[in-house]
């Protein structure tokens, strides 16, 4: 009986990467495998969503920063078209940001530019069944970030507000600097409070100097 499953069949696969022999050097690399076809080409990421919703592939391997568009933004356009097709990312930068703006963006996977022949062929059939695929260096860097404590952070006024408390004003004081109510003054008071886990003024102040959420007192 005939089947799609991906280990069955030729995958289909569209390439982009505004570096010319770096497309051609990958290309080279995936032509050895009789069970990967590359159908298409781009040097931007706006030639690539045009790729993937004319040619409709299994996988879009994809440059993060790339010209016209860049490889997060055609990976939002390719995951939210009407073909059912994957994009992995193949780039040289390994940054919390980079990854984090990909596998946001709907991006199964994201490789490294030093990933083997091996590697990228087998990383490409596991994107094509569905399996999020991640360099190992990645993989480390995402595992890392997940054990770190969640980042706190304060609105401008309430980091305003804190600071009239550090330069030692009273409620009414920061309001009048601020040109809030005093009411205002105490709300923006209590949330900090709650983000910091403190009870009182000084510890916020304290907590807040030591987390790096208010590096002075602010000018009076």
């Known amino acids: 009986m005939p089947t799609d499953s991906p280990a069955e069949r030729v995958l289909r696969i569209i390439l ?3 570096h010319t ?7 080279a690399l995936l ?11 781009a040097d931007n990421g706006r030639q690539a969503v045009e790729l993937a919703e004319q040619l409709a592939p299994d996988v879009a391997l994809l440059d993060l920063r790339m010209p016209v568009m860049d490889g997060v933004d055609a990976t939002a356009r390719i995951v939210a078209g009407p073909a059912p097709t994957r994009v992995l990312i193949l780039t040289t930068y390994d940054t919390d940001a980079e990854i984090e703006r990909a596998v946001e963006a709907g991006a199964i996977g994201y490789l490294l530019k030093d990933t083997t022949q091996e590697q990228l062929t087998d990383a490409i059939r596991a994107a094509a069944r569905g399996e999020t695929v991640l360099a190992p260096r990645v993989a480390e860097r995402l595992v890392a970030r997940m054990r770190q404590p969640a980042r706190i952070a304060l609105t401008s006024r309430e980091a305003e507000v804190l600071g009239g408390v550090a330069d030692g004003l009273s409620n009414a004081e920061i309001g009048r600097r601020l040109v809030i109510a005093e009411a205002t003054v105490k709300t923006h008071l209590l949330r900090v409070f709650a983000k910091l886990d403190v009870n009182d003024r000084t510890h916020a102040v304290v907590t807040a100097l030591e987390r790096g959420l208010l590096t002075r007192p602010s000018a009076p």
């Not at 022999?21 to 290309?27: E, I, L, P, Q």
């Open 16 to 18: 982009a990467d505004d």
């Open 21 to 27: 022999v770096m497309r051609a050097g990958v290309a």
């Open 31 to 41: 032509a050895a495998d009789p069970g990967i076809e590359i159908i298409g080409e």
